[in-house]
């Protein structure tokens, strides 16, 4: 089952860290955000991804390329016999990454819809290429199936970021709770689909988020996973510090993977 992964977006939020380099390759100690999301997935057993990719795609092409060398001792012969031999072996074995252009200026569903060759599957998965989880994405998929639905996204409640205070006509607070979980349910991405699915994506102008997810809805075809764990997505500076400190003290939530240690 394929893992799509939308990494087209400017990333204009975070220009301290995207002026020169895709969100997707911003990095959480030491390793691209895209890397945590695809370790992620593997852990459950998916192993072939498709990135959709957009602004800077050539910077995540060379990443791919050069990722052997670049997390491997190597030994390299010169000269018109050159070769390489890489010493040991990185925990990424066998993955299976297919890099499609999918334009500059495309929408997230105008994204997806051209990517639908790669997909031979009935059901595949779909998420954005900024945003972390420690939800179990096997319950996700598990979830999907039995419904028989086109398509299911993951729902949390975000944090808020500000302290939420109530308080009579007079002014007088009768309650302050800093940073509270909201009531309300947002999609964080983590989505689930069959491929019929593609038939509600018109052209590259059309968002997955509004006329795709808003037709799918109207049809009875749009399902929730809760989740009331962790999710976090990395849109500002402030967010990307954050993701960092967590992963520097070891108590990273969505490091579900087992195998090996945190990036050195």
């Given amino acids: 089952m394929k893992v799509v992964v939308l990494c087209g977006g400017l990333g204009t939020r975070l220009r301290e860290e995207t002026e020169f380099r895709p969100k997707t390759l911003v990095e959480i100690g030491g390793r691209p ?13 998916f192993r072939e991804f498709v990135l959709c990719l957009g602004y800077r795609g050539n910077m995540i092409k060379d990443y791919f390329l050069n990722y052997e060398a670049m997390n491997n001792d190597f030994t390299m012969c010169l000269g018109q016999q050159s070769h390489i031999h890489y010493d040991g072996h990185h925990e990424e074995q066998g993955f299976q990454v297919t890099m499609a252009d999918t334009g500059l200026e495309s929408q997230t569903g105008g994204r997806v819809k051209r990517i639908r060759k790669y997909i031979q599957d009935d059901t595949f998965l779909l998420t954005y290429g900024d945003g972390l989880t420690d939800a179990n994405i096997a319950k996700i998929v598990e979830f999907h199936k039995s419904h028989g639905k086109l398509a299911t996204v993951t729902a949390v409640r975000p944090i808020s970021r500000f302290g939420r205070l109530t308080f009579d006509p007079a002014g007088q607070i009768d309650q302050f709770r800093e940073k509270p979980q909201s009531d309300s349910w947002i999609s964080a991405g983590f989505m689930v689909f069959n491929r019929g699915m593609f038939d509600y994506i018109e052209g590259d102008d059309c968002v997955l988020e509004r006329e795709t997810f808003e037709r799918l809805a109207a049809d009875g075809q749009l399902m929730a996973y809760r989740h009331d764990g962790f999710f976090y997505a990395m849109d500002t500076y402030r967010e990307y510090q954050h993701l960092n400190e967590l992963w520097s003290s070891g108590a990273a939530p969505w490091k579900v993977w087992k195998n090996g240690d945190h990036a050195q």
């Fill in 33 to 45: 955000i895209l890397w945590h999301i695809m370790k992620t997935y593997a852990n459950y057993g």
